[in-house]
């Protein structure tokens, strides 16, 4: 351990009198703000040459026309953003259906007891077949195939199916996320539930699950943020989200103001969550240091 | 008298390998056995087939002449009565003390949580963590983990505690008051069954030593006769090993 040496401070006699005080955080601030400032010059100095650039090109008056069209624009907003919010209430049904179902996957293909073994089997199976086809299939399946039965008692809107599509593809991935972190749980924390008594299940629920998901969130973050996008998938089948909305503005007017419109508001949503996935997984390092150090 | 322990002749393959061979212990109620041995020869083993964390191939174990697989003991019984602290402590990183303390007793004895939680505090106390009991494992020291360990195994009121290297994973200055802590038990005539590489308190703990060595139990005896004159020559070697280490 060594005493941290302040400004003319010195840690050798004085110490004992009158300890150095500890580095002031004004002083790291005012270390931070010099290259903050010089990287945020450059990220401007770079895009804004590069925007002069294609904006003074020869063809830039016909691009600005198609895709940045301000009147089209505020034509399409409404609808669009009307659209956005579908996708937005998709994305939220779609997540909490995909936590907790690739819980219940990842949870019967960790469980030990040897009566488990065929649903271990038939989880694998599911995994294997859903991690394996492309969603985007798998939207167009569900999302035109099943309301084409026109099964009774069976939800008729692609709306529904598609995002039962959703939810079973991505819960393939998101259950063996789930099951990385139970697997990086160390051996001794289950020996210790077993000594205190606690059966299989309450091991798991109580001392071993807590740890596997927090030793996973950064990449669910990110599987959060990848969802947010992909939901865009489902405009294939017609539900009237975001990207179609602006697609049939585009085709009525053969202006894609729209669907640039529609990516601004993507973006709008997805960057305030990437800096979150960022923040979640800049903690969870900061915690693996300390508990290392 | 019925022993409080019976191991009789039991053998332990992992695989192919043979870690326990015909392994026959008795420990009388309030008696400290210590296991010593080199690395692999299966103290741990044997450790973890008295509470059952690890299930034997051949022979019998009993606590109070039933034998520990008895339907008696129901599902927790066995592990209510047997109580085991580990060399790296165990406790559940995600939980306050006093909730790693309560954890058995509410989830699986049924217990009310401020009743458990009167008893985890009064016990905490009596091990000096009595202000630590909101705090999380990671803000603690290793001796005071391992003392909420110890505390969290004593919480049921078992009638026996199985210590497996304890005091391994400690920085030296810490050694002595997890030892200190188990010699109060002993007086309080604690059944125990401990894992050690700590000669000396090995000597003046132990009612009886066993050395271990390739899965069998070679030489038993006191402390006094066995770490100073031993009969078996494997065991000389290992002891003399272990003082040529400094640590006897
Ligand atoms: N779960 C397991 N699977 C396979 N082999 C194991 C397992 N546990 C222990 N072993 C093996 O059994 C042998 C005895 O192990 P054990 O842990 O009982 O030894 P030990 O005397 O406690 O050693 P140490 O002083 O290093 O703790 C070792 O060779 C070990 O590799
Ligand atoms: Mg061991």
Redesign the pocket.
């Known amino acids: 351990m060594s005493l941290p040496a302040g400004p003319g401070g010195s840690p050798a006699d004085g110490a004992a009198v009158r300890r150095p005080a500890p580095p002031r955080r004004r002083n790291e601030w005012r270390a931070a703000l010099v290259p903050t400032v010089i990287s945020l010059a450059s990220v401007v100095i770079v895009f804004g040459v590069l925007g002069w650039w294609i904006s003074s090109a020869e063809q830039w008056p016909r691009v600005k026309l198609q895709f940045f069209n301000p009147e089209a624009m505020a034509a399409a907003f409404p609808r669009v953003l009307q659209g956005f919010w579908i996708s937005m209430r998709i994305w939220l049904t779609a997540l909490v259906c995909i936590a907790l179902w690739a819980l219940v996957l990842a949870l019967v293909r960790s469980l030990r007891a040897p009566w488990f073994t065929p649903f271990r089997l038939m989880v694998v199976v599911y995994i294997d077949i859903f991690r394996g086809i492309p969603v985007l299939l798998l939207v167009l399946l569900f999302g035109f195939g099943i309301p084409a039965l026109n099964m009774p008692g069976l939800p008729n809107s692609g709306l529904f199916w598609g995002t039962v599509a959703m939810v079973l593809s991505y819960s393939a991935y998101v259950a063996e996320i789930y099951r990385s972190g139970i697997d990086a749980v160390h ?1 001794g924390q289950r020996a210790a539930a077993k000594s205190l008594g606690l059966s299989e299940w309450q091991t798991m629920i109580h001392a071993i699950l807590p740890q596997a998901i927090r030793n996973v969130l950064p990449a669910l973050m990110n599987i959060v943020v990848a969802l947010q996008k992909d939901v865009a998938l489902l405009s294939v089948i017609g539900v009237r989200d975001a990207v179609r909305e602006a697609q049939i503005y585009t085709a009525t007017t053969f202006n894609y103001s729209s669907l640039v419109v529609a990516a601004g508001l993507f973006l709008l949503a997805t960057i305030p969550m990437a800096r979150l996935a960022d923040h979640v997984s800049r903690k969870d390092r900061e915690r693996r240091l300390q508990r290392a150090g | 008298m019925t022993p409080r322990i019976e191991i009789d002749a039991v053998t ?1 393959y ?2 192919d ?1 043979l ?2 061979d015909g392994v026959s212990l008795s420990v009388a109620a309030h008696e400290v056995v210590c ?1 010593i ?12 087939c008295i509470n059952r964390l ?1 299930e034997f191939d051949h022979g019998a174990i009993r606590l109070d002449g039933v034998p520990i697989d008895d339907k008696r003991f129901g599902a927790t019984g066995l592990q209510r009565r047997i109580g085991i602290v580990f ?1 790296s402590y165990n406790l559940f990183p995600h939980m306050r003390v006093i909730d790693n303390v309560t954890l058995a007793p509410r989830k699986v004895h049924g217990v009310p949580r401020a009743e458990a939680e009167d008893r985890a505090r009064q016990l905490l106390g009596l091990f000096g963590m009595g202000d630590h009991a909101t705090s999380y494992p990671e803000q603690l020291s290793g001796g005071q983990q391992q003392r909420v360990a110890i505390v969290r195994s004593l919480v049921s009121k078992p009638d026996v505690l199985l210590l ?2 304890v005091t ?1 994973a400690l920085d030296p200055e810490l050694i002595g008051e997890v030892l200190q802590i188990i010699r109060g038990l002993k007086d309080e005539g604690m059944t125990m069954v401990i ?1 050690t ?1 700590e000669m000396g308190f090995a000597r003046d703990c132990a009612d009886r030593v066993c050395f ?1 060595e390739g ?1 069998r139990i070679l030489e038993q005896g006191p402390p006094r006769t066995l770490l100073s004159r031993p009969e078996n020559p494997r065991t000389r070697r290992f002891l003399q090993r272990i003082i040529d280490a400094g640590r006897l």
């Open positions: 051996e | 332990k992992f695989g390998r870690v326990l296991l041995g080199a690395s692999g020869s299966g103290k741990s083993t044997l450790l973890r690890v060399q497996d290297e391994a894992v590489h271990l899965g």
